[in-house]
């Protein structure tokens, strides 16, 4: 009888598990990718003990019909409690270890802001095809990118920002055709931008300054509808500015400050719809395309430190609004216009040319 009895309570409690709990395997999962992390402030993993990891362990959740492990949301600069309480934001070193590729049905995980995280992107992580949001930034991983990330099918996001990443970009990242958002920046990733990246077609935004990426700016970017914010500021990208760039439909930022890209400003830039411009730092040459009017709306115009020569543009006096202008450090030379686009800025967005003159510089 009393065999009996342990044999239903050992059922019952199988049952309860299975319905309510993480499985076993999840949960050693999730104790293997603890252990390979040391949080001495804070005490985020006090949380992560007992049978079920699905219920009250920090920062973990389960997909309520599989009962597995779905979201792993770890962030060092957070307002939660635990944060508030401590006064201080979050410091973790140690790994993220490859167990994490035991949770097959995780979604998204967030490992960010930790600050002193080191070791590499585990490679397995390209087996979680369920993954739509990886988000690693603010660490001290290093390593590559997993060569073949393009499997990752679902992934939307994809930040490992700030980091000490090296290596190229992947080919097969071309190959994700769900990804939204892409952020490499702050690392130190060399080689060129692949030549498909216009592949990536439901890609909002592509931010990937702070590195060492080289070569040519594909053309191909410009058949990414969506894009919205480019961002490849500070590399050592060369050649021109391709003129299919200003006919893209949303793009709003353009950021492709300190470079080495050559040429002269594509007329199509100027008259799109882009309203955050930076060119600045770069080898730009030739004038600026007089092709201003009530439809120019620029937050951001910044040319400063580059070879552009002849007069500033008229047309720039009919802009609708222009918050922000620099033209130093060119070769410009003329009057310059007047009008309520002008009004406001002060000289040292027209220093060190060859020869501007009128307000606010000195008389002509
Ligand atoms: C992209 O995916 C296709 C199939 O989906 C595959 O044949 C191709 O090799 C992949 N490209 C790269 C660079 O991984
Ligand atoms: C930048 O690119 C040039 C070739 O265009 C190369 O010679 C140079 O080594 C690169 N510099 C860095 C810091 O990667
Ligand atoms: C444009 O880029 C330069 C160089 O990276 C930077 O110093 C400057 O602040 C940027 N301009 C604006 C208006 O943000």
Redesign the pocket.
């Given at each position: 009888m009393q065999r009996f009895c342990s044999i239903i309570l050992a059922l019952l409690l199988a049952v309860f598990s299975a319905v309510n709990g993480c499985s076993p395997s999840d949960r050693a999962a999730l104790l293997a990718f603890k252990a390979a992390l040391h949080e001495p402030h804070l005490g985020i993993f006090d949380s992560w003990k007992g049978a079920d990891c699905c219920h009250n362990w920090y920062g973990v959740s389960c997909d309520a019909e599989s009962h597995q492990v779905a979201d792993i949301n770890l962030r060092g600069e957070s307002e939660d409690p635990i944060f508030e309480r401590a006064h201080r934001t979050g410091f973790m070193t140690g790994f993220i270890s490859p167990e994490i590729c035991r949770l097959t049905r995780l979604s998204s995980i967030t490992v960010a802001d930790w600050k002193g995280i080191t070791g590499e992107i585990p490679k397995c992580i390209t087996t979680l095809s369920f993954l739509r949001i990886l988000d690693f930034i603010g660490n001290k991983i290093s390593g590559e990118i997993p060569a073949?990330i393009?499997?990752l099918q679902r992934l939307t996001v994809l930040n490992i920002a700030d980091n000490q990443i090296s290596g190229r970009i992947?080919?097969?990242l071309?190959?994700l055709s769900s990804l939204m958002h892409l952020d490499l920046r702050n690392n130190k990733i060399s080689g060129p931008i692949p030549r498909k990246f216009g592949r990536l077609r439901m890609l909002s935004r592509a931010l990937l300054s702070g590195n060492q990426i080289s070569g040519p700016i594909p053309g191909s970017i410009s058949r990414i509808y969506r894009l919205a914010d480019l961002d490849l500021s500070m590399n050592n990208l060369s050649g021109v500015i391709p003129r299919s760039l200003g006919k893209m439909a949303v793009l709003a930022t353009l950021n492709l400050d300190c470079n080495k890209i050559s040429g002269t400003i594509p007329t199509t830039l100027l008259s799109s719809s882009i309203g955050n411009l930076n060119l600045s730092r770069n080898v730009l040459e030739g004038k600026i395309p007089d092709v201003f009017g009530p439809g120019s709306y620029f937050m951001v115009i910044d040319l400063a430190y580059n070879k552009l020569s002849g007069p500033i543009p008229r047309t720039l006096a009919a802009a609708s609004y222009i918050g922000h202008l620099d033209l130093s450090y060119n070769h410009l030379c003329g009057r310059i216009p007047t009008g309520a686009p002008f009004d406001h800025l002060d000289a040292s967005s027209f220093t060190h040319n060859d020869c501007l003159c009128g307000k606010p510089l000195g008389v002509c």
């Open positions: 073949d393009g499997k992947p080919a097969s071309t190959n």
